[in-house]
């Protein structure tokens, strides 16, 4: 079974720092990596979705990586902000295509 | 763009109770998935479906049950709601894999907090 691990669970940083957030999958037969963000009380965006043919996608001031024969993915946030603040996931798909296997999240906190 | 919407968006029940979760989405996608998620336990998949039609299981079916009777809706059930139920629902939809097997977006609803007393 595909186990999803992130770290940190909790991530508190001023405004304007460059962060890393951490995924890690135990199964590297992959379709597909996503990160998404969560608002409290909401629902999920997907803020990037990474092929398993693929090492890196960006988007704005977020860039994913992906090295997936050692189960790892990252996000980069750069110049963050107070509306960075939420919880982000990250999810594997398998190979079938369709379940996406998440992580617990990150919440993050950015102070002004 | 409504994307997809889940209704209701809060609801009660106490044990026993019957009720149905109906997701909608707009998108003409093929894929629809159930999933719940819980403090501590991440989101995990119920049910999904590939199609109109036709229903799976995913990784926790036990105590739901699934309709797919129409491309955009995805129906879920709960007969004989249990506090372990207790949660929240969220259903998301997709495009298949295209031909050289790259997978897509899952693009979620807002959620459907449930509590059974």
Redesign the interface.
């Known amino acids: 079974k595909q186990e ?1 691990t992130q770290i940190p669970a909790a991530l508190s940083v001023p405004e304007g720092e460059n962060l890393v957030l951490n995924c890690s999958f135990t199964d590297s037969a992959i ?2 990596l ?1 990160w ?1 963000r969560q608002d409290p009380g ?5 803020l990037l ?1 990474i ?1 398993s043919s693929q090492r890196e996608q960006t988007s704005g001031r977020l860039n994913a990586s992906l090295d997936k024969s050692s189960g790892r993915s990252t996000l980069y946030i750069a110049a963050s902000q107070p509306g960075d603040s939420a919880t982000y ?1 990250c ?1 594997v ?1 398998a190979l079938s ?4 296997n ?4 990150t919440s993050l906190l950015v102070t002004p | 763009n409504a994307g ?1 919407t889940q209704t209701p968006k809060f609801r009660v029940l106490k044990t026993g109770q019957s009720m149905t979760l109906l997701c909608a989405q707009d998108m003409n996608h093929e ?1 629809m ?1 159930w ?1 719940r998620q819980d403090p ?6 119920i049910h ?1 479906s ?1 199609g109109e039609g036709t229903t ?1 299981k ?2 926790v079916p036990d105590g739901y049950n699934v309709s797919r009777l129409k491309k955009q809706n995805f129906l879920l059930g709960l007969e004989s709601a249990a506090p372990s139920q207790t949660s929240v629902y ?1 259903c ?1 939809s997709s495009y ?2 295209d031909a050289t ?11 459907t907090r449930l509590s059974v007393l």
């Open positions: 999803v379709y597909n996503q998404f909401k629902g999920l965006t997907s979705l092929q996931l999810a798909a295509g369709y379940a996406l998440f992580g617990k999240g | 997809v894929y998935y999933y501590g336990m991440g989101l995990r998949l999904y590939v799976a995913g990784e969220f998301a298949p894999a097997g790259q997978g897509s977006i899952q693009y979620f609803g807002a959620g």
